[in-house]
């Protein structure tokens, strides 16, 4: 899964913001990796956190690894977060209300169809790009980029 995003350009060739891809992983491994922290770790670490798979068996030694590279850099441990057992990017079945709301805010009705047809990673990306707390600068950038406006 070394796929970057079109809307992430701005950031992906430096790494100097955290891809949508290793939030993926932060979910699946239940981190919570700090901006502050990420900027500490070197461009390698940074690829490496890219590049290291984390689904099933690997999602231990992904981390593993995350929290020794944490410490490392910080002197503290990273902030842990709860696993999903069925997170909604997982399914294909039902579009999560707060990104229906969003994506009505700016004239996009999402049908179940739509919704299937996007990968595991598009659609955590609309998931968080869609949460209130987040800027959501990218939120138009990744309907356009995945062909829903």
């Known amino acids: 899964m ?3 995003f079109r809307f992430e350009a701005d950031f ?15 979910d699946t491994c239940g981190i919570k990796l700090k901006l ?3 900027t500490q770790f070197s461009a390698a670490e940074r690829q490496a956190l890219v590049e290291k798979p984390c689904s099933g068996e690997q999602v231990i ?6 929290q020794q590279l944490v410490q490392q850099h910080t002197g503290v441990a990273a902030g842990e977060l709860p696993i999903e057992s069925h997170p909604a ?3 294909d079945t039902e579009i999560p209300s707060d990104l229906q709301l969003k994506a009505q805010e ?6 179940l169809q739509q919704w299937r047809s996007l990968t595991p990673l598009q659609r955590f990306a609309l998931i968080k790009l869609s949460r209130p707390s987040h800027e959501n600068k990218n939120f138009v950038p990744a309907l356009q980029e995945f062909h829903l406006l």
């Not at 030694?61 to 995350?66: G, Q, S, T």
Request: charged share 20%; proline share 3%.
């Open 2 to 4: 070394n796929e970057f």
């Open 12 to 26: 992906v060739d430096s790494l100097r913001c955290i891809p949508m891809q290793v939030r993926y992983k932060l």
């Open 36 to 38: 502050s922290h990420w």
């Open 61 to 66: 030694a992904y981390r593993d690894f995350l």
């Open 89 to 91: 990017w997982l399914n």
């Open 106 to 111: 700016v004239g996009v009705t999402m049908t």
